[in-house]
C-alpha cells in the first residue's frame, strides 16, 4: 500500500512539472524564434530501506530539461529590421544588455533611441567581436545573408556608396555540442558558454520566424494529462481505501 501512494503521488508530481512546460509554451506561442520546452526525461527507481527492502517507487530526473530546435514558421514582413535565421544556426545576444553572451532565434530587431540593435525582449545584438551593434541614423540598411550590415547615413550624398557598420554575429552549433536552456531562459552550451562565431547561418532580411510551438499538440497533450491526473487521483483513493479496510481487519475487537 504504501509504495503504491507514493508512486502515485509522484506521478502527479511529475504531471505538475509538465503542466508548468505547457504553460510555458502555451505563453510563448507568439513569441518570435521562441523554441518549445520540453519535459524532463526520467527513470524510475527504488528506495531501499536499509539496504534489505525495495519500499517506494519515485521517478527522478536525469537533467535539465532540452528544447525543442525544429524551425518555426517564417512569415514575410518586408520590416528592414525583421530577420530570420533559415534553417540551423543562431544569433548572439547580450540578454538586457548586461548577461553573459546567450544563443537566440528571435529576430523582431529595433533601434534604441542610443543607437543600440536590440530584439523585441530587449537583448543586445552581438557582432563577431561579441559587443554590441550600434547603429547610425540612416536612410537605408541592408543585411546580407552573412549578417553584414550595411548602411546608408541620414547625412550622406545622394549616391554615396554605403557603409559596412558591423557584422551579426551567427553560428551553426558542433552538432555534437548540447545546448539547454539556463536559468535566464536563455540559450547556451550545458557548462554555461556559448561556441564561438562560425558565420555558417543564412539569414533573411524582411522575414520574420514564428515560435515552434504547435498549439494543437500542446491542446491535446493537455486533455492527455488531464486524464493521468484523474488516474492518479484515483490510484491514491483507491491505496487510502485499501489501507482503511486492512486498519479494519487488524483493529482488535471490542
Known sequence: MDRMIYTALNALSNQRDQRVTQAQN????????YRRDLNNEGKAWFANAMDTAMVRAYQTETGPAGFSP?????QQTGETLDMAVVGEGYFYVQ?????DPALSRRGDMRRNADGTLV??????????AMLPVKLPLYKDLQITDIGEVWVQPVDADAGEEPLLIATLATV????????????????????GTVPAPNQLAKLSQGVLEGSNVNTVEELVNSIEMQRNFELGIRMVTTASKLDEAGERLLRSPE
Request: glycine letters at 14%; zero cysteines.
Open 95 to 99: 540578454p538586457d544588455g548586461v548577461g
Open 26 to 33: 502555451l505563453a510563448n506561442q507568439n513569441v518570435p524564434g
Open 119 to 128: 530584439n523585441g525582449g530587449g537583448d543586445v545584438l552581438l557582432d563577431t
Open 70 to 74: 525544429d524551425s518555426g514558421p517564417l
Open 172 to 191: 551553426i552549433p558542433d552538432e555534437n555540442l548540447q545546448l539547454l536552456k539556463s536559468d535566464d531562459s536563455q540559450i547556451r552550451a550545458v557548462n
